[in-house]
């Protein structure tokens, strides 16, 4: 029996040229986006998706102009105040990864209070990557993992590859099982590196800001037809 992606990773990529399309400054073209992220966070019980994780912002986004930059966080730091009750009250619970140490502390405060507000939720799990970066990830994990070590709390000898996992920012999510990039471009960009690793990919041309929840629906419901091997040979 086919079954659904249970965690479904997005790379909402387009907003900017959705604007332009426009005549319009980027930033309005991720006010746009923001306002699909909610439709699309409640399309996910009816899909049986239960984890969904966004990326927001990368590691990289920081070389885009300061303009666009403070637009950004000013647009996070805004959606965070205006839809935390919805989100408490439709059973979302909301995690953050990437590195804050480089985020406003005024963010960083949202972000944990969103956190601690939403942490009796079970209905879907949606994870915001806001300065996240895979390789960046990795690294923090790997420093943290080194710690262990070298105070003696983890040996050399158990390192295998279920160690790494423990230590990343996604330690208590389960693997993607299906990604999809928005906006034509077939790249990762760095996204949930080690995470994805047996994920199907779905790149579609679409841009985030059209990025209905029929399409998303679609796009769940072919992912059940196709069959997942994980490199085996099928039974
Ligand atoms: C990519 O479009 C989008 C981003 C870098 C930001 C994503 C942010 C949102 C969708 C805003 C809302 C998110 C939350 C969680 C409130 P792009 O600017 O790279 O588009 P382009 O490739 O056309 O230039």
Known sequence: MPTGPRHVAIIMDGNG???QARGKPRLFGHQAGARR???VVEACPGLGVKYLTIFAFSTENWKRT????????MLFKHYITREARALRDNGIRVRFIGDRVRLEEKLVSLMDELELMTADNDLVHLTVALNY???DEVARATKRLARDVAAGRLSL???DEETLPRYLDTCV?????LVIRTSGEARISN???WQSAYAEYEFIDTLWPDF?????????RGFARRERRFGAVPG
């Open 17 to 19: 040229r959705w604007a």
């Open 37 to 39: 992220v909610r439709q």
């Open 66 to 73: 300061q303009a666009e930059v403070a637009g950004l966080m």
């Open 133 to 135: 970066g895979g390789r």
């Open 157 to 159: 000898r158990d390192i």
């Open 173 to 177: 999510l389960p693997d993607p099982d």
């Open 191 to 193: 996204f949930l590196l």
């Open 212 to 220: 209905t929840p029929e399409i998303f629906a679609r796009i769940v």
